[in-house]
């Protein structure tokens, strides 16, 4: 197994983990729903769980979607590419926005984890939820995730674009 499999498998089990919280989202948010309307009761804490869920479902599982090339492309060049053009276009963009971003936000968001950990950061409205710093640590962590991933996706993009080209497959 190599290191691209290796990353591939560890955002398929964080990616299928989110869909369990996603799961469990809607389950909550509903149960939240009803007992608004039905019983005019509502939680503080409850509210706050779901936004947390949702936070941590959209870090985490971002290097799942990366694998799967499920993000969202608006480019009409892109799609018109073979395979070569879509690796060199990734090699790219994987060299000159993704890694660095992925660097950027994990360097600068560890200062405001730490902080968080170092004053065991809770909500600050009544009822909330403690141990904020818990999903402020998912920040660095989630960019880790699509950091590796974009690796990945680095290694295989100029594997693609460097290969030998084949006569047979002159279009691609």
Not at 51 to 73: E, M
Not at 76 to 100: E, N, S, T
Not at 135 to 142: D, E, R, S
Request: aromatic share 14%; glycine share 8%; with cysteine.
């Amino acid at each position: 197994m190599n290191a691209c499999e290796i990353i591939d498998r560890i955002n398929e089990f964080v990616g299928k983990g989110g869909s369990w919280l996603t799961l469990f989202l809607i389950l909550l948010v509903s149960g939240d729903v009803l007992s608004r309307y039905l019983f005019q009761k509502t939680s503080v804490a409850v509210q706050e769980l779901e936004w947390h869920i949702f936070a941590l479902v959209f870090l985490l599982a971002a290097g799942y979607t990366l694998k799967n090339n499920a993000h969202v492309r608006v480019d009409f060049f892109y799609q018109r590419l073979g395979k070569r053009g879509k690796a060199f276009i990734d090699l790219v963009g994987c060299i000159l926005f993704l890694i660095p971003g992925c660097i950027l936000v994990m360097k600068s968001s560890l200062p405001f984890v730490e902080s968080s950990w170092a004053f065991q950061e809770g909500s600050p409205d009544p009822g909330g939820l403690p141990a904020r710093y818990i999903l402020k640590a998912a920040i660095p962590v989630g960019f880790f995730l699509v950091f590796l991933q974009g690796l990945a996706l680095l290694a295989r993009s100029a594997l693609t674009f460097f290969a030998p080209e084949d006569p047979a497959r002159k279009n691609d």
